[in-house]
Structure formats: structure tokens, C-alpha cells
């Protein structure tokens, strides 16, 4: 049996669970949503880092500069900068209208900018021709840089960070909006991969991950697919960082917006466990991995850190191709891997996953 | 005799202070099947990796179609219908075999949107019928990286028809193939050029398959060009045995 045939059900269940999960547990809507925020790091990373290959360790730039981007955009918009900062954000509420307004038009301009700066350094860095560990050292040096440079500009508050405007009660819950938000952000991206992965560009990003010189040598456009590659993933992960910045409410350079010890390498290590280079690992990856965290968070006060780094260890000894690599290993027809004598053609085997 | 496809002319490639390739000068004409011979480190495989643009050259000029080709990138060339395959086999490990064939499509006029297109049925069924034309056709859906060297051989054949290439230079086809296959393999490579009309310069070891397959035949030695002719002046030839088996 393929599993294919049970897909719409799967799909349908997980909607469903999703829409009402935050009325289900309201108590824990903020966490609901991180997790959402968790599928879209590991989904975003895994475009270049699985899919592709190039094992980036500085896709958080992009989240910072959305999240820059949003907040700097709501401030100016509504408010003078200097008692801004003076008061820290608590001048006067916002109306509804005014902070989605600001909220979005961020969001906005935060992945124009992301993507433009993606462009420009996968044109500085990739179309050199920068590859392996090479690209994962760089790429680790931009986010150390980006971080540093936010760190002493005064006008998005330097060190002691930047404040979100307060949300406004008429939205309802501040957890539930951002749950949907992040969920809709989510889907969004989830489809979009699908669709792209399942085409031409997936093939190509594939192929260069597979053996770059052999698809140079096919004579793709390897360059252009690398850098769009890497656009995609900006685009996605601006939008995140910048509603996940009013989500958490305030903005430290190291700790939130560029926090490449913990956010950056997370989406990492979640695409691992999942399962690199699928589509489902990277979102089974960031669920486990984000409960995981909670509950050592609750149960483990004090040596949660410690947990975590155990886990970490497992995942690499234990699943070093992830949890869906792993399946696909030992049930490899289950996902269209196999001998085909039938003249039948059908769709594209496991092409999808 | 017709049109020269591909001009090689006073090509020298040095790396360091060995001389891989001196001044050598051929020509592939339209249509046709060429050999290239030659013992270990020659400097065969350094001049088809000059050839597609894999490393600058140091002196001389390759033209293909009257085009000049040093300069240009791998990429570029390959686009203009001027394709490779290697000596250790390539292909993409972790893709099946149809998605091996279907990304190996031609890629010149692509632009920013074919990129994120999905491929015709047409393009699957040239996958699946060129699969078969190798015998690949029951394997479609494996991982290529499973299949056996001989087979992987295959394939990277097969994604280079794909690509619909009006030259191939093929890097030892028969090697590492079992000998039985080698036969299918030649009548396979005849068939390519005839039926669609696609010029090959092959190098390779085995003497029987390329007096079998080639028209006329290049030899080098020590990174110069010893001698060419037809295969039956190329076996009898002093030279080229002296060689290949060491001369007195």
C-alpha cells in the first residue's frame, strides 16, 4: 500500500486539530503557537539545508530582519521614536486598526527587505561558487555579525532592545492571534514547498544537493536556483520573525531577533530529527522537538538545558537520516521505492515526500 | 568528408610543471563516432575536462559549432548541446531514476518561470521510454544511488540522451560494465548516432569496443597527440603499441 491514498483524511484531522487546538487548551496558546513558529523554522531551514544541501547555520539573519523590520515599522508609524524609546513602548494603546496595520505593512516590508538581502548575499556567497563547509562557516559568521551590528545601533535600541507596542484587547487573546497567524504562515509555506518540490525546482535543488558538479555539467542553472532557493526560505522566515517578535513582545539582538545558539541552531537540529531533505520530517522534527523542550522546560527545571543537549546527542547517534529517513530506510515500497514491472504509468512515485 | 562539429586547436593544459595536454590539435566531425586512446594519465580525460569548460586552458582554442568555448562556463556549454558523461559514474543518488531522467532535460532557453513549472507527461514518458531503451525500465522508481555501478552507467547514459545533446563525450562507457552487457551497450551507442544523430567522441580502454564503434581514432600519449587514422591502421600502428606496451 502506498500511503498516499490516506492522504486527504491525514490532512483533514490535522486541520481540524489545529483550528481548534487553541480553544481546546487555552491555557497553553503562546506554546501553541511557538510550535507553529517551530514548523516554520525547520521547514524554512530545511529548503537549503535539506533539499538543497548547503547547510546554512545563518537563516536566523532573516528572521531578525523581519522582526526588526516589523517592529521599527510600527513604531515609526504611530509613534514619535524619542518617547518611544524614552517610555519603552507603554505611550498609548494602539487601536486595532492602527497595529494590524502596522503589524502587516512590517511584516511586508520585513520580506522585501529579507529577500533582498538573501539575494545579495547568496549572490556574494553562492554564485562564488562557496560550497560544503565553507558556505556553513560563512553563513555562521552572518548571523554572529548580524547580531553584533544590531547590538550597537541606538535607533532599533542597540543592546537594551526593542519593545513591541502593547496589543490591543479588542483583538481578543494575544496568544490566539498569533497561533493563527503563525498557522496560516505555516500552511502557507507547507503547500507552497509541496507544490515546488514536487516540480522542476525541487528536481533541481535535489540534483545540486545529489552532485553539483554532475547538475553543472547537465547544464542547470545551478546559481539561480541556489539563491532563489535561499529567497524562498528569507521570505518565509521574515514573516515569521516579524510576528513573532510582537508575539514575545520584546526584541534583544542575541536573544530573540538573532539568536543563533538557540533559534538558529534549533531549526537545525529539527530538520535532522524529522528528516532532512523531506517534506513531513522537518514538521514532525519541529513537533516532537518543541514538545520535548516544554516538558523538560516543566519537569526538568535546572537541567532542561542539559535534556536537550542529551536529546541532541540522540538524534545524531540514533537517527542520523531522521525519523522519516529512517522509516523510508526499512520501508522503502511503502514510499514508492520499488521494482515497477507493470506497464501502468502513475504518478510520480515518492516524489511527493 | 562533412563539417567539423568540434575544433580542437593547439590546446596545452599545465598543472604545475606537468605538461597534462601539449599542443593538441583534432577535430570531430558532424555525425560521426571519434575514439580517443591513449594509456593511463595521457592526458585523455584532462582534454575533455578542457573541452567542457571544467578548467581554463592555457594556450589554444576549442571551437564547437563555430563557437569559441574557452571562457564560457560548464554550464553554458553544456547548454549549447555539448554534453559529458564521467569516468566515475554521476548520478543522483538520492532521486529516482524518472526524477534522474526528468531534471536531465535540455536547460537552454529556461527561464525564471519554466523554474517553478511541473513536468509535461510528455517529459515522464521520454524518461520511461529512454529508461527502457537502456533496460532500466522496472528500476524506474528505485533510488539511483541502489542501483549497481553497471546500471548507474545506464542511467547516466540515459540522462545524457535526455538532454537531448547534439555532441556526447563519453568518458570510458564500457568500464566497469560486465562484459556480456559491453555488446548491447556498443549496438546501443551505434543506434544513438544513427538514429538520432548525435556526434560521439568516446574515449575508452577496451580495444575491442572502440575499433568496433569508431570511425577514426585519436591516440595520445604523455599528454601529446602520438597518431590518428582508422581503427585498422590505429591497431597496426608501431607507435601506439610501443606505447602501450612499452617500447624496446
Known amino acids: 500500500m502506498n500511503i498516499t491514498g490516506r492522504k486527504p483524511i491525514l490532512y483533514g484531522i490535522i486541520l481540524i486539530v489545529s483550528l481548534i487546538a487553541p480553544w481546546l487548551m487555552p491555557a497553553y ?45 510600527q513604531r515609526n508609524m504611530h509613534f514619535s521614536i524619542e518617547e518611544y524609546v524614552h517610555v519603552a513602548g507603554r505611550v498609548e494603546m494602539l487601536t486595532p486598526v492602527q497595529y ?27 554564485a562564488m561558487g562557496m560550497r560544503g563547509q565553507y558556505f556553513g ?22 543592546g ?23 498557522f496560516v504562515l505555516a500552511i502557507i509555506a507547507f503547500v507552497t514547498l509541496r507544490k515546488l518540490y514536487a516540480g522542476r525546482f525541487g528536481l533541481a535543488i535535489n540534483a545540486i544537493r545529489d552532485d553539483e558538479d554532475k547538475a553543472e555539467a547537465m547544464g542547470i542553472y545551478t546559481t539561480r536556483h541556489k539563491i532563489v532557493a535561499w529567497c524562498i526560505s528569507a521570505f518565509f522566515l521574515s514573516l515569521t520573525g516579524g510576528a513573532a517578535g510582537h508575539l514575545i513582545g520584546f526584541i534583544d539582538p542575541t536573544e530573540v531577533a538573532f539568536a543563533g545558539s538557540t533559534f538558529g541552531v534549533w531549526m537545525i537540529l529539527m530538520a535532522i530529527l524529522g528528516g532532512k531533505g523531506t517534506l513531513w520530517g522537518p514538521v514532525i522534527g ?49 514510499f514508492g521505492y520499488r521494482v515497477e514491472k507493470s506497464q501502468a504509468v502513475s504518478s510520480s512515485g515518492g516524489g511527493a515526500l | 568528408m562533412s563539417e567539423q562539429q568540434l575544433m580542437v586547436e593547439g590546446v596545452t593544459k599545465r598543472f604545475g610543471g606537468v605538461v597534462a595536454n601539449d599542443k593538441i590539435s583534432l577535430s570531430v566531425p558532424t555525425g560521426s563516432i571519434i575514439g580517443l586512446i591513449g594509456p593511463n594519465g595521457s592526458g585523455k580525460t584532462t582534454l ?88 532500466l525500465y522496472e528500476k524506474r522508481y528505485l533510488m539511483a544511488g541502489d542501483l549497481s555501478f553497471g546500471q548507474q552507467k545506464l542511467l547516466e547514459f540515459a540522462m545524457a540522451l535526455m538532454n537531448e545533446p547534439k555532441m556526447l563525450l563519453l568518458d570510458e562507457p564500457t568500464a566497469g560494465i560486465n562484459p556480456t552487457l559491453i555488446n548491447g551497450l556498443i549496438e546501443r551507442l551505434k543506434r544513438t548516432n544513427t538514429d538520432l544523430g548525435i556526434t560521439l567522441f568516446v574515449i575508452e580502454h577496451n ?21 590518428s587514422g582508422p581503427p585498422e591502421q590505429i591497431q597496426k600502428d608501431q607507435q601506439v603499441i610501443d606505447a602501450y606496451l612499452g617500447a624496446k
Open chain 1, 160 to 182: 537594551s532592545g526593542l519593545v513591541t507596542p502593547v496589543f490591543p484587547d479588542q483583538l481578543g487573546q494575544r496568544g490566539a492571534f498569533f497561533y493563527y497567524i503563525f
Open chain 2, 207 to 227: 580495444m575491442r569496443a572502440i575499433m568496433n564503434l569508431a570511425e577514426y581514432i585519436y591516440c595520445l600519449a604523455h599528454g601529446e597527440l602520438l597518431t
Open chain 1, 29 to 73: 496558546q503562546t506554546q501553541l503557537a511557538f510550535l507553529w513558529v517551530m514548523v516554520l523554522f525547520a521547514l524554512t531551514w530545511d529548503i537549503i539545508g535539506g533539499q538543497m544541501g548547503y547547510n546554512s547555520f545563518g537563516n536566523i539573519v532573516f528572521f531578525g530582519l523581519g522582526m526588526y523590520t516589523t517592529a521599527v515599522v
Open chain 1, 286 to 334: 519541529a513537533v516532537i522537538f518543541h514538545i520535548t523542550q516544554e516538558v523538560f522546560w516543566t519537569y526538568l527545571f535546572g537541567w532542561q538545558r542539559v535534556a536537550l543537549g542529551a536529546l541532541i546527542v540522540a538524534i545524531v547517534v540514533f537517527f542520523p537520516e531522521g525519523i522519516l529517513g529512517w522509516v523510508r530506510e526499512r520501508w522503502p515500497e511503502r
Open chain 1, 137 to 158: 562557516i560563512c553563513t555562521l559568521g552572518l548571523g554572529v555579525a548580524a547580531g553584533e551590528l544590531a547590538n550597537g545601533w541606538e535607533y532599533i535600541g542597540a
Open chain 2, 48 to 135: 575533455f575536462n578542457s573541452i567542457v569548460g571544467y578548467h581554463p586552458v592555457e594556450a589554444g582554442s576549442i571551437r564547437f559549432e563555430g563557437q569559441e568555448l574557452t571562457g564560457l562556463r560548464v554550464q553554458a556549454i553544456a547548454r549549447l548541446g555539448l554534453l559529458r558523461t564521467f569516468q566515475q559514474t554521476r548520478i543522483y543518488g538520492k532521486m529516482t531514476c524518472v526524477e534522474n531522467m526528468q531534471i536531465s532535460v535540455p536547460h537552454s532557453n529556461e527561464g525564471l518561470r519554466t523554474m517553478f513549472s511541473e513536468y509535461p507527461q510528455e517529459v515522464t514518458r521520454k524518461a520511461e521510454s529512454l529508461l527502457e531503451f537502456v533496460g
Open chain 1, 100 to 126: 494590524l496595520e502596522g503589524l502587516f505593512l512590517g511584516m511586508g516590508l520585513g520580506a522585501v527587505i529579507a529577500v533582498a538581502a538573501a539575494a545579495f548575499l547568496g549572490a556574494c556567497i553562492l
